[in-house]
């Protein structure tokens, strides 16, 4: 028998028809001498494989070797289909094979360092196992991540993965159709793309150089060479010095720059039906994937409004100021009043995804247009959408605190410390029930006119040299642009109302860590 049966195909149609399937053995168990059970998992289905010791076919020998094949083995199994009279548990599929043959492929440790049962588990799932005095592990995320080819097997982590799968075609297709090019801008760069002290740098061949801080630079020279409207996917790395939940040091950007007509305001037309499309697509296509990640991490689906709600950053300093929050009116919004924000327009508007536009110039990019109307402000918008705080907090403080004590090898600190920041990352899913708002997109018009551009960089504080070639190319005549940035990670950490960044990036990179 050669053709391959999927797990999760195994029906009643099938009954008493041979089959050949390949899988992992997820659990073994021996019953006497004579009998041996695996459940045998593919691509999240479980079928339940049962191997009897039988003259001429199946030796006993073949029984003790089943029962004792270690878990998470990859096996061949070939057998007969069999419907049982009691509805079998443990398994996803309700017929049996009665096994003929079983290859193991390769088989994995006898003992794992994370069960992927205990790694499923809901904290919900980990309180009544503990209430009901059962032994069991709980999985804290730095376990997870140490061990991420493992960790990556949950249900939840399939469904996690492949939602992020869909959130990047449903971005480039919907982009394609409406007459983007997809682009590929180097990430070698010379000089640093967003400013700021938050840039790995690195020689370049006895050349100072940066890791790019966004495509940002040379997503707007495309422009300048009339691809009118471009798109790229790919890496962004910041070196960023800080612990939280939001912030990792390397990760996927979707970026878009565009030509306008006449205002920015073309510019958050596409980010409203781009990401309404988006969230339609999950709803709509992608009941699985999100059902598995609610069954681990539950939440409620994303309030948005079919025209997504613009606010002016004027108005939602207002609605703070109404609320009792009083903020500089041409300072940035702190991570606390943005949430307020998220919060007052949930009640008000009743969407959890919104835009608020208009920023302080003083608070934005240098490459941003000033408004037309007041220099003071800017032709930019930050987009919001639900988030998660408390434990950013606890786990920066936790950690800044913890450094210092060890700076100062203050070892009456130290010890409490450590144990705090453990326990903090112990149960940070815990921690985290409560959302309000929280960014994942920035952008803006741009500045096109290169003396502006070469001046608000230097009243930035930016060597211009380094940025030369940038400012230049727009020197043979640029056309009026704009465009916006979104990170993947933090798109499908929100949309699924998950605490962590490191969640939904496959392999995180944050201050602490490099590997795996
Ligand atoms: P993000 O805010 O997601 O970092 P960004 O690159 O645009 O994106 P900033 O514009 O520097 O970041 O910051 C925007 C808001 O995020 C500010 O309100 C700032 O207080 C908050 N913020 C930035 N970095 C951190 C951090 N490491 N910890 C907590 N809050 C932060
Ligand atoms: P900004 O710096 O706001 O803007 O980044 C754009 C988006 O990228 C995501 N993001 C991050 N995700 C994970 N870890 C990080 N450290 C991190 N930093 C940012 C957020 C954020 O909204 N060039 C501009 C965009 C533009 O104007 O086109 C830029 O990079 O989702």
């Known amino acids: 028998l050669k053709a391959w049966t999927r797990v999760g195909d195994l029906t009643h149609e099938l009954q008493d028809k041979e089959v050949l399937i390949r899988g992992r053995a997820q659990t073994t168990r021996a019953v006497g001498k004579n009998m041996a059970f695996v459940v045998v998992r593919e691509r999240g289905f ?254 409620e689906p994303l309030k948005y409004l079919r025209k997504t709600l613009r606010l002016r950053f004027e108005e939602g300093v207002q609605m703070l100021k109404e609320a009792g929050v009083e903020i500089d009116p041409y300072g940035d919004l702190n991570t606390e009043s943005e949430r307020k924000l998220g919060q007052l327009v949930l009640e008000k508007y009743g969407t959890e995804f919104y835009i608020l536009h208009r920023y302080p110039l003083a608070v934005r990019p240098f490459y941003t247009m000033p408004c037309y109307d007041d220099p003071k402000y800017s032709n930019s918008f930050d987009v919001f959408i639900r988030g998660k705080p408390f434990d950013e907090y606890f786990s920066l403080i936790s950690m800044k605190v913890t450094l210092v004590a060890l700076h100062l090898e203050s070892w009456t600190f130290l010890l409490p410390l450590l144990c705090l920041h453990v326990y903090m990352h112990a149960f940070l899913d815990k921690f985290s029930m409560h959302m309000e708002g929280e960014e994942i997109i920035s952008g803006a018009q741009r500045v096109h006119v290169p003396e502006l551009l070469a001046e608000r960089a230097q009243a930035c504080g930016i060597d211009v040299s380094t940025i030369s070639t940038y400012i230049d190319s727009f020197r043979y005549g640029a056309p009026p642009h704009g465009g916006f940035g979104v990170g993947l990670e933090r798109v499908v950490m929100l949309f699924c109302g998950l605490n962590n960044i490191r969640k939904t990036s496959l392999f995180p990179r944050d201050p602490l860590r490099i590997a795996p």
């Open 46 to 299: 479980t079928v339940q494989c049962v191997v009897t010791a039988k003259p001429d076919l199946v030796s006993k020998h073949m029984v003790k070797f089943v029962a004792g094949l270690s878990r998470e083995s990859i096996v061949d199994v070939h057998g007969v289909v069999s419907v049982p009279s009691v509805p079998i548990k443990g398994a996803t599929q309700q017929v049996e094979i009665q096994v003929s043959k079983l290859y193991c492929v390769n088989k994995s440790m006898p003992t794992l360092p994370i069960s992927i049962e205990d790694a499923s588990r809901s904290e919900k799932e980990i309180e009544e196992a503990l209430q009901a005095g059962e032994q069991l592990v709980r999985v804290n995320q730095d376990t997870r991540l140490n061990y991420r080819v493992l960790d990556m097997r949950t249900l939840a982590n399939q469904g996690i993965f492949r939602i992020q799968c869909q959130v990047s075609n449903i971005f480039r297709q919907f982009l394609l159709s409406e007459e983007f090019v997809e682009i590929h801008t180097p990430k070698l760069i010379a000089g640093s793309s967003e400013g700021g002290s938050a840039v790995f740098r690195l020689d370049y061949k006895g050349q100072p150089a940066c890791l790019a801080q966004s495509p940002q630079l040379h997503k707007q020279m495309a422009i300048c060479g009339d691809f009118g409207r471009v798109f790229e996917i790919g890496p962004v790395f910041r070196a960023e010095d800080s612990y939280t939940h939001r912030h990792l040091c390397e990760f996927t950007g979707l970026d878009v720059e565009m030509e306008i007509k006449q205002h920015y305001t073309e510019v958050m037309d596409i980010v409203g039906s781009l990401f309404v499309a988006m969230f339609d697509h999950l709803n709509e296509k992608c009941h699985k994937d999100l059902d598995a990640v609610r069954r681990q991490y539950p939440f």
